[in-house]
């Protein structure tokens, strides 16, 4: 219904609000040359990525009209656009004009599509300058990116890893996509015994997370974690989640990700983890200190908001793009949450998620994320998005040893901030967590454990100083780091030493 009236209000300001376009979109005729008029095939579209990444990397807003246009057409020529009047008016309520310039913007769409309102908008955010529209010419977008009112215009559904790498994908769907639910008998030497019965996991110890607790446990902290979930199996996560040493704290679920090819569909399909991911990296960052004999979280007294925001952690396709755009946006709105952590991304940058991870900054939020998805078709980048973003903390997995290495399938560069060790040098064994399933473990790795266990660090700093900011926090972590006061070129400041982090 709400849906509905935003239309019909849209149409109403349109019909009568004409006078206050921009002339910059008034309807020119645009020649589109002959040898433009086929759209690429999504094979062609990906060569041509492919070769700007060789080049450096890849933004939409430097891709020609053709490409922008032929990678609608393979993805139901869905189109995001972020307007306003700089490229930093990304938020509606900041926005002196934001109402007049989307009217004017579909408009501008209607006109040349030659189509209505109803069959033009398909969302238009509440808190974000950006809407998704259908567009089928490419004479629209030519249109369209003549404005100086566009932020940017990308295509919504243009689905690369499922073009790339389909054959990858199927030989392994549950390596390439991070998803498992599997349950593995821990080895002795992989964690300690303490009390009241938890498994310490080995990694914890790299990092004296053990003796910080002496100081802090996470009390009184918000972490929210954008992920595939949490399982519905797991009690530790559920109705225990206070349990053993961790009391008087609260674990949260929301949904965000809508199971559906159709764009228009709004129905998500609830908290549930259907993936196992996200049910391991609430784990690793707030599992209760329990007495079940299983493994404990680093900030095992912090509270827990957790967002099923996509279904797996390559975020391709509108939905989990969209998904995690909203998780981003009602974290930033949830004034108890003060850390977000995400483990999951894209090769390159995705313009709605960048505008929902500016808004939850905006915010006063901690971000941690991961520098590279363990995934067998992402390695072949350096930092990915949204890690690479000056808003986020950029985390890496490294192994075990006296020198830091980068685990198997993680990612290094200029942009990480803190390594956390999670994999063994002779066993190749990783960090202990609960399982999917009750009574059960299991291992987890990558860059995607190591940024999960980076915020329960943070949770414990924010924990020990709740009086201080955001960068009070941070600065902390940095002076714990093992190469502070320098920053080293491919893993930042390295390994937090969380006791020094909490004293």
């Given at each position: 219904m709400s849906s509905k009236l935003l239309k019909l209000s849209i149409v109403f300001v349109l019909i009568f609000a004409s006078c206050s376009r921009d002339e910059t979109l008034q309807q020119d005729t645009i020649a589109v040359p002959i040898i433009q008029k086929e759209p690429l095939t999504?094979?062609?579209?990906?060569?041509?990525?492919?070769?700007?990444?060789?080049?450096?990397?890849?933004n939409w807003n430097n891709a020609s009209n053709h490409l922008l246009w032929s990678a609608s057409v393979n993805g139901q020529?869905?189109?995001?656009?972020?307007?306003?009047?700089?490229?930093?008016?990304?938020?509606?309520?900041?926005?002196?004009?934001?109402?007049?310039?989307?009217?004017?913007l579909l408009s501008l769409i209607m006109q040349y599509e030659d189509s209505t309102l109803e069959k033009t908008l398909v969302s238009a955010d509440p808190y974000l300058n950006l809407i998704d529209v259908v567009i089928t010419k490419q004479?629209?977008?030519?249109?369209?990116?003549?404005?100086?009112?566009?932020?940017?215009?990308?295509?919504?559904?243009?689905?690369?890893?499922?073009?790339?790498?389909?054959?990858?994908?199927?030989?392994?769907?549950?390596?390439?996509?991070?998803?498992?639910?599997?349950?593995?008998?821990?080895?002795?030497?992989?964690?300690?015994?303490?009390?009241?019965?938890?498994?310490?996991?080995?990694?914890?110890?790299?990092?004296?997370?053990?003796?910080?607790?002496n100081y802090s446990t996470g009390a009184g902290v918000t972490i929210g974690i954008v992920d595939t979930g949490v399982s519905p199996n797991q009690s530790l996560l559920n109705a225990n989640f206070n349990d053993g040493l961790s009391t008087g704290r609260t674990i949260q679920k929301y949904g965000a990700y809508v199971d559906s090819i159709w764009p228009w569909?709004?129905?998500?399909?609830?908290?549930?983890?259907?993936?196992?991911?996200?049910?391991?990296?609430?784990?690793?960052?707030?599992?209760?200190?329990?007495?079940n004999g299983l493994p404990v979280g680093v900030a095992y007294n912090a509270?827990?908001?957790?967002?099923?925001?996509?279904?797996?952690?390559?975020?391709?396709?509108?939905?989990?793009?969209?998904?995690?755009k909203n998780a981003f946006t009602a974290l930033g709105?949830?004034?108890?949450?003060?850390?977000?952590?995400?483990?999951?991304?894209?090769?390159?940058?995705?313009?709605?998620?960048?505008?929902?991870?500016?808004?939850?900054?905006?915010?006063?939020?901690?971000i941690f994320c991961a520098g590279g998805t363990s995934t067998s078709f992402t390695t072949f980048v350096g930092v990915i998005f949204p890690a690479s973003m000056a808003e986020c903390v950029a985390v890496t997995g490294v192994k075990e040893g006296a020198t830091i290495q980068k685990c198997d399938d993680c990612h290094s560069g200029s942009k990480i901030d803190f390594t956390v060790?999670?994999?063994?040098?002779?066993?190749?064994?990783?960090?202990?967590?609960?399982?999917?399933?009750?009574?059960?473990?299991?291992?987890?790795?990558?860059?995607?454990?190591?940024t999960a266990t980076t915020a329960g660090i943070a949770a414990l700093v924010w924990s020990k100083n709740p009086s201080w900011t955001r960068t009070q926090v941070l600065t902390k972590m940095r002076q714990a780091g093992n190469f502070y006061p320098n920053k080293n070129a491919e893993f930042g400041y390295g390994n937090i030493n969380a006791l020094l982090a909490v004293q």
């Open positions: 999504a094979k062609q579209v990906n060569a041509q990525i492919d070769e700007a990444f060789s080049r450096g990397g890849f020529n869905l189109i995001t656009i972020g307007f306003g009047n700089s490229k930093n008016d990304f938020e509606r309520a900041k926005s002196a004009n934001s109402a007049q310039i989307q009217q004017s004479e629209t977008i030519i249109a369209l990116r003549k404005s100086n009112l566009i932020r940017y215009i990308e295509p919504a559904d243009y689905r690369y890893f499922a073009v790339q790498h389909s054959e990858e994908r199927s030989a392994s769907s549950s390596g390439s996509s991070g998803c498992g639910f599997e349950a593995t008998a821990l080895s002795a030497a992989d964690y300690t015994t303490i009390t009241p019965n938890a498994k310490a996991p080995w990694t914890f110890y790299q990092h004296n997370i053990p003796s910080a607790w569909s709004t129905g998500t399909d609830g908290p549930n983890d259907q993936c196992g991911h996200g049910t391991s990296m609430s784990s690793v960052a707030c599992a209760p200190r329990n007495d509270n827990l908001v957790v967002y099923r925001a996509a279904s797996n952690v390559v975020l391709d396709g509108y939905h989990e793009q969209n998904g995690v709105n949830n004034a108890k949450v003060k850390i977000i952590s995400m483990s999951m991304g894209h090769i390159f940058s995705v313009g709605k998620i960048e505008d929902g991870v500016r808004y939850a900054y905006g915010k006063g939020k901690l060790v999670m994999q063994r040098a002779a066993s190749g064994n990783t960090v202990p967590v609960d399982s999917y399933y009750d009574n059960q473990s299991d291992y987890v790795g990558g860059s995607s454990v190591a």
